[in-house]
């Protein structure tokens, strides 16, 4: 992929839109917790509905992620950001489906607060890998 | 003329200001990356329920009076965003081939749901709870996902091309 022009652009934006179906339900499950959008589901519901998708979408970030670093994983791997996104990337995935899905009630909004958060800091974090 | 516009954008002082900050730029580039979760994934929920792939217990009128407001938040930001790194960019834009491809496209993408709420969509009360709806609205929803996943990667290219 190193010697190619087109094979990095092309991951890039199987990339992206990957991460727009990915940031996509999360985004409609979180706010649903919140009382905005699809008002008519139950949060539990929405979610169960949509997680295919968020696991397809998750499996393609993968594989194109991966694809993505073997150009430059020396410097990826001293690169702040980087870190910073695998980081968070593995808190949100494990916070998202072993402790959101579980917790009701009260506790259900500010586990979508922090979802919300914890998936922020894996999109800010993965715009600056470019940046930095 | 057009070309002298984006010229005149492209040197006035905000333009300058975006293009030249460290900050700016790159602030409101990430903004419009990622509320394309919002526009796109939203839009994309929305059409997938018009075929019939998700939400299927769900009245496809009621999907899109509850999640188009959504949608159209994300449009507000994405156009504001947008537009400023257009702003700062605008003299290189006018002749960057994938800013025009995406530029249309989105004529053709906004053209998509005009027609589709026009036409088809004035009948759903007759279709509202198909999981499989008419063939009109899902050639819109699969046109639609065609050409939302066809202008992310035109934006993406306008970077390439940039110079």
Known sequence: MQQSTYAF??????????????????????????GLGLKSQTAGAL??????????????S???????????????YYNPAFRAKMLSLVVAVAFYFFIQQRLSGGYAKWAGAVSLLLWLCVGLAGRAIGLI | MLEHFCQWLYDSAIGTGIRESIWVFPIIETVHV??????????AIFDLRLLGVVLKNEPVSRVASQILPLTWAGFAVMF?????????????SYANPAFRIKLLLLALVGLNPLIFHFTIFQSVSEWNGRVVTPLRARLAAASSLTLWACIICAGRAIAYFQK
Do not use: Y
């Not at chain 2, 990622?34 to 839009?43: A, C, K, M």
């Open chain 1, 9 to 34: 652009a092309i991951v890039e934006m199987i990339h992206l839109l990957s991460l727009t179906m990915l940031g996509g339900v999360i985004l409609v499950v979180d706010l649903r917790i919140f």
């Open chain 1, 47 to 60: 979610a169960q509905q949509l997680n295919p998708f968020l696991l397809w979408s998750l499996v393609v």
């Open chain 1, 62 to 76: 993968a594989i194109s992620g991966i694809l993505l670093l073997s150009e430059e994983p020396v410097k990826c």
């Open chain 2, 34 to 43: 990622l509320t394309i979760t919002l526009l796109v994934g939203t839009v």
């Open chain 2, 80 to 92: 504001v965003s947008g537009f400023l790194l257009f702003w700062s960019e605008a003299a290189k």
